[in-house]
């Protein structure tokens, strides 16, 4: 059941719950309020997209697209949240709508519904200029807080959190839009926070603003809220495990072994080639290797250590994906260049992000659910969540008190978040995302004469 703006305090009685408390559309004749016409507000976040997003689906009998002459140079406010009086979890925006579509008559009735589109005025601006600058001697946060500040003007009232970066840079950005030229920069971006490894530096915008960080910075946050299957009929169940219940979930990517061996998730060769000092050397990715020694979200690795017929796991066959690539490593350390600092760029790291970068983001990636649960204007994309998955194994030694499979059990990053509102419902949709397992995988005997036999192919 639904409340409105116009109920003072009506509290939260079932799971569905919430408080609409705007729909105001700004246009060039003032302020129309759109909630009466709502058929269905959907708001979006995802961290991998830099701004947030949403459309409104309406059915129109007063005539508001021509009596409000929308072009697309209109604004929307909508604010929302569970009950009344909370403004802790409370999801408030102002954005831009930029597009009208689906736009037709209702049979039998002289009312019409479309959908409007709406974004961060940020992406406008993203699509309507462009960066030609150079940064010489900058870090890149020092160069995306400019381009932020500068090149978007950002508003005081949206938090900006900015991570710190590893690396002295001289860039000259090549006629690129403000989104484009930052992502460009976060595939060179390394996080100087302590333990940190790689190159996953990530920008995006949720509900409580931009954000450039690091995944394994977002790894190491406290746990927003631990989630459960509902169940019926169970014994010692709270009214509370309802309202944080999961209504429906469906798995995205389970596991993919074929993807992640083609991509380098598990193992890649980078060849760096110095044509200046004219030497080249090998630079390996092992997913051991980086497992052992990054921050992850579990405690243990999503692959075991099965040994293919030549006797190599997954993370040891470093030539699944080759890449060639020039580097200026070292050149300060040699005296006839060092001692003509402008004769030579900055270190670029190639080293550091050509390989580790797609492995880290498609780890991250590998394990991906989609979870409904009742609307929570809470929980943001880039969270820690907790999710309880039920075994469904008959003789899990906890079955009668309902246990948990271990390995999809655990914590999950809050890749996106989707909130759909209706007049009598408001779910919000997250997928989750996860680089670990909360269980160790077993590895089998490589030298038992059945599974040699497996290996090689042999019935």
């Known amino acids: 059941m639904a409340t409105t703006s116009n109920i003072r305090n009506p509290g939260i009685v079932y799971p569905g719950d919430y408080t609409l408390k705007k729909i105001a559309l700004l246009h060039v004749g003032g302020v129309l309020d759109l909630t009466s016409v709502m058929v269905e507000l959907s708001y979006f976040e995802d961290i991998f997209s830099p701004v947030v997003s949403g459309n409104l689906v309406l059915t129109d009998a007063l005539g508001i697209i021509e009596k409000c002459q929308l072009s697309g140079n209109e604004y929307i406010q909508i604010t929302f949240t569970k009950a009344s009086d909370s403004r802790a979890f409370e999801v408030n925006f102002l954005m831009r709508v930029y597009k009208i579509s689906d736009r037709q008559l209702i049979s039998n009735t002289t009312a019409e519904g479309y959908i409007l589109h709406f974004c961060s005025e940020e992406m406008i601006l993203s699509e309507q200029y462009k960066i030609s600058k150079s940064y010489k001697n900058k870090t890149i946060t020092d160069i995306i807080a400019d381009i932020v500040q500068t090149y978007l003007q950002v508003p005081p009232n949206k938090v900006v959190v900015i991570e710190n970066t590893q690396g002295i840079y001289s860039f ?107 030497k080249f050397e090998k630079n390996d990715f092992n997913y051991s290797d980086y497992f052992s020694r990054s921050p992850t979200l579990n405690d243990f690795p999503i692959i075991n250590s099965t040994e293919n017929r030549f006797g190599e796991t997954a993370y040891q066959t470093s030539e699944a994906v080759l890449k060639v690539a020039y580097t200026n490593k070292g050149h300060k350390d040699v005296p006839y260049i060092g001692n003509k600092p402008d004769s030579y760029a900055k270190d670029f790291f190639v080293e550091n992000h050509i390989s580790n970068r797609p492995a880290q983001l498609a780890l991250a990636n590998y394990n991906k659910l989609k979870l409904l649960i009742n609307g929570d204007p809470g929980v943001v994309a880039g969270m820690l969540i907790n999710f309880n998955l039920l075994s469904m194994d008959p003789s899990h030694p906890d079955r009668t008190t309902k246990g948990l499979d271990g390995y999809y059990s655990g914590k999950y990053l809050v890749s996106a978040v989707k909130h759909t509102i209706r007049p009598s419902s408001y779910n919000t949709t997250l997928e989750i995302i996860a680089d670990s397992s909360d269980e160790l995988y077993l590895t089998p005997d490589n030298n038992s004469p059945t599974w040699k036999r497996a290996v090689q192919g042999l019935l």
Request: glycine share 6%.
């Open 172 to 278: 000259i950005i090549p006629n690129l839009k403000p989104f484009e030229a930052i992502n460009w920069l976060s595939n060179y971006a390394r996080s100087s926070s302590p333990g940190n490894t790689g190159a996953d530096m990530i920008f995006f915008e949720n509900n409580l603003g931009f954000r450039f960080a690091s995944l394994q910075t977002l790894f190491k946050q406290n746990i927003y809220r631990s989630y459960t299957p509902q169940l019926v009929n169970v014994e010692g169940q709270t009214p509370s495990d309802e309202f944080f219940a999961v209504l429906q979930y469906d798995f995205v990517n389970a596991f993919d072994m074929l993807e992640g061996i083609s991509v380098g998730a598990f193992a890649s060769r980078l060849i760096t080639v110095d044509p200046l000092l004219q």
